[in-house]
């Protein structure tokens, strides 16, 4: 993990109307706020650009701000900057991690890939740059099945990290994956009973969920997609009661584009919040505030590790 040292946050210096702050300094900065699904709806509400991973992969790609803010996890702005070398890349708190990608070390996972030196490595975006420095090509939940596809059926493969969509890209591409054996804390505390127990509660709910779920709660869905996906489905669809099972911050979106309709977050197997993704939550307002007034914490790197992961970023945007 690549950054600078954290500033000091001094919470009787925040101005009494933060949205106000945040929109003055996007002009003076001539800054873009890009936002996940899964962040609170506060921060969905100021960004410029809300998306799922891919989605804002490119508009990282191609906007013509001289400052990108990134309300997300380390690994989404280290995308950001390995895209944007001369652009300046804030990360509102670098506690922001992601389980998923802490779950493949680089080094282990440098192991690994050397026992299978005929195989290619395709790197699902939620890695660190040093993962993707070892990857070929990267995909996202959005493409993941597209790009499989693409390759060669002689060609043996690598997926890594997450080994329960790379065992959903198997079951729909059809073919053999080699599995690094990561995943998601978030997507792998969804209970299958409450699930079912849901579903006869709410008998006419249709259940969406992310692959990044285990396959024993796919196999209840009557749709599974990617974030983006998951978003437009309840959009087209004639239901008007969803049961979601993903990071519930993607609601919050839902709710806005579909009033009329009901959203219910997918239970987690005990009575926690474990549903919602604490790394995600990290990020305030005030803290996204507070890097934008100090120019920090920026996200920086080796010159050698972006343009090693550059490389298969750019084979992605290509097979979109």
Request: net charge negative.
């Amino acid at each position: 993990m690549f950054v600078t040292a954290r500033p000091t946050a001094n919470l009787d210096r925040l101005p009494v109307d933060v949205v106000a702050a945040i929109q003055e300094l996007k002009k003076s900065l001539n800054a873009v706020i890009l936002a996940h699904y899964y962040q609170d709806s506060e921060i969905q509400d100021v960004a410029d650009f809300i998306g799922d991973s891919l989605e804002l992969s490119r508009k990282a790609a191609s906007t013509d701000a001289d400052v990108i803010v990134f309300a997300g996890v380390h690994f989404m702005a280290e995308t950001a900057k390995i895209l944007n070398p001369n652009k300046l890349v804030l990360l509102p708190d670098l506690a922001a991690g992601c389980s998923l990608a802490d779950s493949c070390p680089p080094d282990k996972f440098a192991a690994f890939k050397a026992r299978y030196p005929d195989h290619i490595v395709i790197s699902y975006i939620n890695c660190t740059a040093q993962i993707k420095a070892l990857s070929d090509i990267i995909c996202t939940s959005s493409n993941a099945v597209k790009i499989v596809k693409q390759i060669p059926l002689a060609q043996g493969i690598i997926f890594a990290p997450d080994r329960n969509l790379g065992r959903y890209v198997m079951q729909q591409a059809e073919r053999e994956l080699v599995l690094w054996q990561g995943s998601c804390m978030v997507h792998e505390t969804f209970s299958e009973k409450k699930l079912v127990q849901l579903k006869v509660t709410y008998p006419a709910a249709e259940i969406i969920a992310h692959p990044e779920c285990e396959e024993s709660v796919l196999q209840h869905a009557d749709f599974i997609g990617s974030t983006s996906a998951l978003l437009k489905y309840t959009a087209q669809s004639p239901s008007t009661q969803f049961i979601i099972a993903t990071e519930p911050g993607i609601i919050h979106q839902m709710q806005k584009a579909q009033p009329q309709k009901e959203f219910i977050p997918a239970p987690p197997m005990n009575s926690c919040a474990c549903n919602e993704c604490p790394h995600m939550r990290l990020n305030t307002l005030e803290k996204l505030y507070l890097s934008m007034k100090n120019r920090s914490p920026e996200i920086t790197m080796p010159e050698d590790v972006r343009l090693a992961a550059l490389r298969p970023m750019q084979r992605m945007l290509e097979m979109s």
